[in-house]
């Protein structure tokens, strides 16, 4: 029972950042796609079409599965966290050294 | 929830596991990419049960100790919530397969797969650094629970490591 109703919670906050979210989205008129292509329609659109069509499937697509570049795709994934880690690990150091040498100086 | 550090590690080693391959579609494809995204929510949510005292502690007491070190980490997990959230729906607004299982159709704007992609950038992320700061007790507990088992499988006459009290037998000098 206990549990469920920490289930309930967490889905309720869940639901919460998700419903915000989608307030924001849906109700900013900004166009992200327009916006990241430099306000620069598609081609092959001649003002007529529906600018909401669906794309046609490939390019970008993940819709099917290919080993050698899903495996290339997840390395370059866990390269990027291990670097993030380190990044945040050198800092963390850099921190502790930095306050105990204001600590020595302190006693000293 | 009372959980062992075993369960802990092991739900944690999963997820690792589950969110590279959730951040590589390729490698999977679609459906599957869609499918294991959803369990992957039902193993945030356990891991958040898991976590559940430390949660309200900390959410209890986050304005009282302005310069505790569990804030940041506090901070970073909500962030990484919030970030996973937005990922999760707007996989599901722009999702091929699951939806069309359960015979929603939704039409979804071209700006929630920018979202999408934001929002999994963001997670990477957050990810590289929750990890960063439960450094120790992942290592601690990989070195515990995984390399020292593994150690005696390869080497059975090595004697396990323990970290309890053993007697020391002192003689006095006379």
């Known amino acids: ?19 915000g979210l989608y307030l924001l989205v849906e109700n900013t008129a900004f166009d992200m796609v327009s916006e990241a292509e430099g306000h620069q ?23 099917s ?10 390395f ?7 670097a993030i880690t380190i990044v ?6 850099g921190f502790s050294l930095l306050r105990a040498a204001k600590l020595k100086a302190q006693s000293s | 929830m009372n959980t062992s550090t075993k369960t802990n590690l092991i739900l944690d080693i999963t997820i690792f596991v589950a969110f590279l391959v959730i951040a590589s579609p390729t490698l999977t494809g679609n459906t599957i990419h869609e499918w294991l995204s959803v369990a992957f929510s039902a193993a945030i949510i356990t891991h958040l049960l898991f976590h559940w005292k430390w949660l309200v502690s900390m ?19 909500l ?16 999702s091929k397969d699951v939806m069309s299982f359960l015979g929603i159709q939704l039409d979804a704007g071209s700006n929630w797969k920018i979202i999408h992609k934001l929002a999994s950038d963001w997670s990477l992320i957050l990810l590289g650094i929750h990890f960063a700061l439960h450094w120790k007790w992942v290592v601690t507990n990989i070195a515990h629970y995984i390399v020292s088992p593994l150690r005696m499988v390869f080497q ?3 004697k396990p490591q323990s970290l309890s009290v053993q007697p020391v037998h002192i003689e006095k000098e006379k």
């Open chain 2, 59 to 77: 959410t209890r007491n986050f304005f009282k100790h302005l310069f505790h070190q569990s804030r940041l980490n506090y901070v970073i997990n």
């Open chain 1, 41 to 63: 329609r598609p081609a092959m659109t001649d003002g007529t079409a529906n600018p909401s069509m669906e794309r046609p499937e490939g390019g970008e697509d993940h819709h």
């Open chain 1, 1 to 19: 029972m206990k549990t469920l109703f920490r289930i309930a919670v967490i889905l309720l906050m869940a639901a919460i950042v998700a419903g």
């Open chain 1, 65 to 74: 599965a290919s080993l050698t570049r899903g495996l290339s795709e997840m």
């Open chain 2, 156 to 158: 059975p006459h090595m």
């Open chain 2, 79 to 94: 962030l990484f919530f919030i970030a996973m959230t937005a990922v999760t729906l707007s996989g599901l607004l722009i």
């Open chain 1, 76 to 82: 370059v994934t866990l390269g990027k966290l291990a």
């Open chain 1, 88 to 93: 945040i690990l050198l800092l963390q150091k």
